[in-house]
């Protein structure tokens, strides 16, 4: 697919758009004043892959943590670029607290409440100035849920005067783009350049966020924040955030993305990251660690053997992927690992994968053959356990063979 051209974008260590590789951001949702947790936090997205992070800072105590949040992630060697969230004051606390403004890698303005009337241009124009004296980028971030009032209004005012050609529903997807490509304007004109401006549109809705960007990928060439905002919880939230972004970076429109998922009491936040990354590599824009094949089960494969096996090499590939990257090894990550359960599609689809165990179906008393490179290398015998073993010996022999350090 041709990727949309876009103006790249330096943040910290990263860059963002041109051909550079899409993205992965996460943000944090604990108290930014408690500083050892952010810092915790922090280095488990970026452990899981975020190559950008997040910080709420709402008030003076988040942001007088910012410069301590960075200082002991450097010291702990942990380099991924902070971006502070800002919301309503974020033009105070820029200016009151110039060790936050330089410690941030970005700043995220939302154009909806910087400010309202007379104040929202000085608002917002102020957390620019500060942009500038500290030679840092930005996100305007448009949001459906906080979408400018005054755009909006004036959107709605001469769709009435045209006998309301548009439904409230495209003028508020309108109003989105509209807000955004202004804004871009605004920071232009005060000094700004777009080598230091990224720019979202998101909304909740699926075809209203896919629309949204369309419109404003025609009108901007500026690079692109993803996302389904408010996503939702668990598979609801996984596959809101799918459907989304794969319409999108099938397009080539996006630059960098993030899954906005409700996090289940209890878990990680990570798992917005490991959907991000899946996301990323399904569609063969980035790899980032061993794909497993296998299939779902039927009649024809009434044991749990085949399920076991999947888990285990599933969690195998997920172990070796950062020990084969210390060791040097380069490429493995697109390396494609087939289990399959049965006769009917196991041995193509284990021809097809670089390496693939294809087992003989209902009743499994195991003669798993073993394929690598389209040709039979071994048959394997014994239980779930045993095949396991003698399987990803076989696995780890194939890096060794295949990926050059």
């Not at 790249?8 to 951001?25: L, R, S, T």
Request: net charge positive; charged share 25%; hydrophobic share 35%.
């Amino acid at each position: 697919m041709k990727r949309r051209k876009s103006i790249p974008v330096k943040v910290g260590n990263i860059v963002i758009g041109g051909d550079n590789p899409i993205a992965v951001q996460s943000m944090t949702n604990i108290l930014t004043e408690d500083v050892k947790a952010s810092v915790k936090q922090v280095k488990e997205l970026a452990r899981a892959g975020s190559e950008l992070v997040r910080l709420t800072v709402k008030d003076d105590a988040g942001a007088k943590a910012i410069p301590e949040i960075k200082k002991q992630l450097l010291e702990q060697g942990c380099e991924v670029p902070l971006i502070g969230d800002f919301h309503y004051n974020g033009h105070l606390l820029l200016q009151k607290y110039p060790e936050c403004a330089q410690a941030l890698d970005k700043y995220r303005i939302n154009p909806g409440n910087v400010g309202f009337g007379k104040n929202k241009d000085e608002n917002f124009e102020a957390m620019i100035k500060v942009a500038i004296k500290n030679n840092k980028p930005v996100r305007i971030g448009v949001n459906w849920g906080s979408l400018d009032q005054e755009v909006l209004k004036k959107l709605m005012d001469e769709n009435a005067k045209n006998n309301n050609k548009k439904s409230n529903n495209e003028i508020v997807i309108d109003a989105l783009v509209v807000s955004a490509v202004e804004s871009i304007k605004k920071a232009n004109e005060i000094g700004l350049s777009n080598e230091k401006i990224v720019v979202s549109a998101k909304c909740s809705r699926v075809q209203d966020m896919i629309k949204a960007y369309e419109l404003l990928s025609e009108k901007c060439e500026n690079a692109l924040h993803l996302g389904v905002t408010e996503a939702g919880q668990g598979i609801k939230g996984a596959v809101h955030t799918t459907a989304g972004l794969s319409v999108l970076l099938q397009k080539g429109i996006g630059d960098t993305i993030r899954t906005s998922l409700t996090p289940a009491p209890g878990k990680s936040r990570t798992e917005e990251v490991k959907i991000s990354k899946q996301v990323l590599q399904s569609l063969g824009l980035r790899f980032f660690s061993p794909e497993i094949t296998s299939c779902p089960g039927c009649g024809r494969t009434t044991s749990t053997v085949f399920q076991e096996i999947a888990k285990n090499i599933e969690e195998f590939l997920q172990q070796k992927t950062s020990e084969w990257k210390e060791k040097g090894f380069k490429g493995f990550e697109k390396m494609e690992v087939a289990v399959m359960g049965c006769i009917v599609n196991g041995p193509g689809e284990s021809k097809n994968a670089n390496i693939g165990l294809s087992l003989p179906g209902a009743g499994e008393q195991p003669n798993a053959i073993v394929f690598a490179d389209g040709k039979q290398i071994k048959t394997l015998k014994g239980n779930a356990e045993e095949l396991t073993k003698e399987f990803t010996k076989l696995i780890e022999k194939y890096v060794e063979s295949h990926y050059s350090k």
